[in-house]
């Protein structure tokens, strides 16, 4: 059974830091590029970065240059830092696989086919 | 960056009735939308794929449609546990960006 467990939120003042881990279960994870996505209170959903099998990332610009994503195949771990916090950052934190299905015509679609629980980040003084 | 609106962003409907959410995205994404339903204090749950590929396990009362910018989600016969809040996303190019949902409640 596939499972992904995050953990490491909590409260943190403006400006600061918190590392975000999550734990892979159930699959071969170095073979699946993960992905966090944030949800704020009452909000929709914001993807927030990604990585791939081969380490490359990918961040929006709301992100970029403050958030780092990072995994450690050997113990089945994605991990997610967050530097320079702002209140905006509050959000449901969660990590999340990517399948990738192609079809006869050897296009290939991307999708979150498994998310974890979550973890709650509040960046609030 | 694209841009994905949902409409209506709730809607009130009973069961046994058919629902009709559409997603439109600002540019085109070919087929690459998916769906995904969410229930209060959960994880999203995937859907569908590529603009009308049901997910193994998922209710066959679930179909998508569409391609380039405009797609729906049709629920033919809503059922009790189907009252949720659905997004679609596009993951055609980074950022992936999502829709901002819409809420199906009872009526």
């Known amino acids: 059974e596939v499972q992904l467990v995050e953990s490491g939120g909590g409260l943190v003042q403006p400006g600061g830091s918190l590392r975000l881990s999550c734990a892979a279960s159930?699959?071969?994870?170095?073979?699946?590029?993960m992905h966090w996505v944030r949800q704020a209170t009452g909000k929709g959903l914001e993807w927030v970065s990604a990585i791939g099998t081969a380490g490359g990332t990918y961040y929006p610009g709301s992100v970029k240059g403050r958030f780092t994503i990072s995994r450690e195949n050997a113990k089945n771990s994605l991990y997610l830092q967050m530097n320079s916090l702002r209140a905006g950052d509050t959000a449901v934190y969660y990590c999340?696989?990517?399948?990738?299905?192609?079809?006869?015509?050897?296009?290939?679609?991307?999708?979150?086919?498994?998310w974890g629980q979550g973890t709650l980040v509040t960046v609030s003084s | 960056d694209i841009q994905m609106t949902q409409s209506p962003s709730s809607l009130s409907a009973s069961v046994g009735d058919r629902v009709t959410i559409t997603c439109r995205a600002s540019?085109?994404?070919?087929?690459?939308l998916n769906w995904y339903q969410q229930k209060p204090g959960k994880a999203p749950k995937f859907l569908i794929y590529?603009?009308?590929s049901l997910q193994s396990g998922v209710p066959t009362r679930f179909s998508g449609s569409g391609s380039g910018t405009d797609f729906t989600l049709t629920i033919s016969s809503l059922q009790p546990e189907d009252f949720a809040t659905y997004y679609c996303?596009?993951?055609?190019?980074?950022?992936?960006?999502f829709g901002p949902g819409t809420k199906v409640d009872i009526k």
């Open positions: 999340a696989r990517v399948h990738r299905a192609h079809d006869s015509s050897g296009y290939y679609y991307d999708y979150f086919d498994y």
């Open positions: 540019q085109s994404i070919s087929s690459h």
């Open positions: 159930g699959f071969t994870f170095s073979d699946y590029d």
């Open positions: 590529a603009a009308s």
């Open positions: 996303q596009q993951s055609y190019s980074t950022p992936l960006t």
